[in-house]
């Protein structure tokens, strides 16, 4: 635990709304979310129904972290869960397909894209690590990541996210990422695969 406004903590299912709320909120300017959802005033309404599923499919198999004041969250798949099964990715077309409308094809190869180059080997996966815009650059991401980062140097486990934004690689750089491979969206931004050895 990290004492302050940044105290870090497992989410439940009473932090599901408000943290998606959050996501929602921290992804608002993300390239990969602005390429699904190019409306800038539908947006928000669209990627909180995806950050909802999201949370949704994860909670229950995942560490998804949140801050007492519910101002960022990490969502992580353990190993061998990153990938969703059959209904799970019917769901999330479901919701991506009427938001995205006459995109969605584009948008399937890009997530068939990113899929294809995701490591075999078993690893720790960030799905989603966000922070409300105007608590970023306070260390929240940081504590966020240190609960499962702390296991994977325990148990010697790597861990691997994509990287929506190029000057978030610096970031997670500091945490003993690094960038793997570079893969563009169809008519898209790119997207950085990041993967961290565990630490001695």
Not at 96 to 119: E, Q, S
Not at 136 to 143: L, N, V
Request: proline content about 10%; charged content about 25%; glycine content about 8%.
């Amino acid at each position: 635990m990290i004492d302050g406004p940044s105290t870090v903590r497992h989410a439940v299912a009473d932090d599901v709304e408000p943290v998606t709320d959050t996501l929602a909120r921290a992804f608002d300017d993300d390239p990969v979310m602005a390429w699904l959802f190019p409306d800038d005033e539908r947006r928000f309404r669209r990627s909180r129904k995806f950050f909802l599923l999201r949370m949704k499919q994860f909670l229950p198999q995942g560490d998804v972290y949140t801050t007492a004041e519910r101002t960022g969250a990490a969502i992580w798949a353990v190993p061998g869960q990153w990938h969703l099964p059959a209904l799970a990715t019917l769901q999330m077309i479901g919701v991506l397909a009427p938001a995205v409308g006459p995109r969605g094809p584009r948008a399937l190869r890009g997530m068939m894209r990113i899929d294809a180059a995701h490591p075999t080997e078993p690893h720790y996966y960030l799905a989603v690590l966000g922070t409300e815009p105007e608590f970023q650059g306070r260390g929240i991401g940081s504590a966020l990541l240190r609960p499962v980062l702390d296991i994977c140097d325990r148990d010697e486990i790597p861990a691997y996210l994509e990287s929506s934004k190029e000057r978030n690689i610096a970031f997670y750089a500091r945490h003993g990422f690094r960038v793997t491979r570079e893969v563009t969206l169809p008519k898209g931004p790119p997207v950085w695969l990041m993967w961290r050895d565990p630490r001695p």
